[in-house]
Nanobody, 120 residues
Framework: QVQLVESGGGLVQAGGSLRLSCAAS????????MGWFRQAPGKEREFVAL????????NYADSVKGRFTISRDNAKNTVYLQMNSLKPEDTAVYYC?????????????WGQGTQVTVSS
């Protein structure tokens, strides 16, 4: 069982930055690939970024490449999403996800989400 708690969301102007954090419970954090997904109002949840258990491999949605960076600190059981050059279309609830496999398809563990709002 893995419990995930996101933080760091908020309101920011277009062009600004935010860093999201996701703290995980358990002693096997490094065994999980971690992902960030987001869901905007009226839209389906979509993949944003993914990082392997060791942190050596990452993957990004085309819409965020070059602007977002995913990282992790296994000693702190935490994964981060640094978001730069934010756009109004990045407005969504952002969810952390833990997956036993390194795959864009989400795993079974989700956080509660954190709201990111980007004003134009």
């Amino acid at each position: 069982q893995v419990q995930l708690v996101e933080s760091g969301g908020g309101l920011v102007q277009a062009g600004g930055s935010l860093r999201l954090s996701c703290a995980a419970s358990g002693r096997t954090f490094g065994n999980y690939a971690m992902g960030w997904f987001r869901q905007a109002p009226g839209k389906e949840r979509e993949f944003v970024a993914l990082i392997s258990g060791s942190g050596g491999s990452t993957n990004y949605a085309d819409s965020v490449k070059g602007r977002f960076t995913i990282s992790r600190d296994n000693a702190k059981n935490t994964v981060y999403l640094q978001m730069n050059s934010l756009k109004p279309e990045d407005t969504a609830v952002y969810y952390c996800n833990a997956n036993r496999r390194l795959a864009v398809r989400p795993g079974e563990y989700w956080g509660q989400g954190t709201q990111v709002t980007v004003s134009s």
